[in-house]
């Protein structure tokens, strides 16, 4: 992956999100103060990484598959890129726009980071359940393929940290997966006593051949019991330090 730069930022950089939710009492009601301290947190980022520390870009998910490329017109729109709204599951960024950063702020969801090299394009999704279920791993490849007439063989694909099959767990069937060809026939999804265990992983290589790439990295850390990450389900479940959101994202160092 030349000139691109991917990575995950762990639970000592701070909450990565400005959901009141993870803030206490004096900044709950206060937005304007966690946005701030949002900032400050991709400030420390930044500066460990080489990025911009205000050009953070994520897309608002829409679950109908549609992409979006980020231009410098949309980059110059705000000063902060996270006033910015991109309506699409995909987002897409091209080697012209060094240091600009595209992901997503997630907590044992991962992202997909798909890296054409040769045609000088990345593409991120954000692979929740729900959206594993939609195929969205596959539909991103998918995209690269007809928009840009990528080869799966020229492609790098990335897989953050998310949930283990051994701790993430339903206490019923999750009303997220509809597809049983991707969850019961592959094992995603198994039952034990009344619990359902959930297997993102193997979900994902339900749609994808690794073998069909250039490479292909999956991050095998449980983010749920890892203490470097945050967790949602860890802290549901009264872990309140896990909770927050770790943002995973890739730019390109320079043109």
């Not at 969801?109 to 990345?122: E, Q, R």
Request: aromatic share 14%; proline share 4%; with cysteine.
């Amino acid at each position: 992956m030349i000139n691109l730069k991917i990575f995950e930022t762990p639970r000592a950089w701070g909450n990565m999100n400005t959901n009141s939710l993870f803030f206490n009492k004096e900044y709950a009601n206060d937005f304007a103060k966690r946005k701030a301290i949002f900032l400050e947190n991709r400030k420390k980022a930044g500066q460990k990484l080489g990025c911009n520390p205000k050009k953070f870009y994520m897309p608002t998910q829409q679950k109908d598959g549609s992409y979006a490329l980020l231009t410098k017109e949309m980059v110059d729109a705000y000063e902060d890129g996270w006033d910015l709204t991109i309506k699409a599951d995909i987002l897409m960024i091209k080697n012209d726009l060094p240091k600009v950063v595209i992901g997503y702020p997630v907590a044992d969801c991962p992202l997909m980071i798909a890296v054409d090299s040769k045609n000088g394009i990345t593409a991120t999704a954000h692979c929740s359940a729900e959206f594993i279920d939609f195929k969205l791993p596959k539909r991103t490849i998918d995209v690269l393929k007809s928009v840009y007439n990528s080869k799966e063989s020229d492609l790098d694909i990335y897989f953050s940290a998310c949930a283990g099959s051994n701790s993430y767990r339903y206490e019923t069937y999750p009303k997220w997966a509809k597809d049983r060809s991707i969850w019961e026939e592959t094992g995603s999804i198994k039952e034990d006593n009344g619990i359902y265990k959930i297997d993102l992983r193997t979900a994902i290589l339900r749609q994808l051949s690794p073998q069909a790439f250039h490479t292909f990295y999956m991050n095998p850390t449980d983010t749920i019991t890892n203490d470097n990450y945050f967790s949602n389900y860890a802290f549901k479940h009264g872990i309140k330090e896990k909770g927050g959101r770790n943002f995973v994202g890739a730019f390109y160092i320079k043109k």
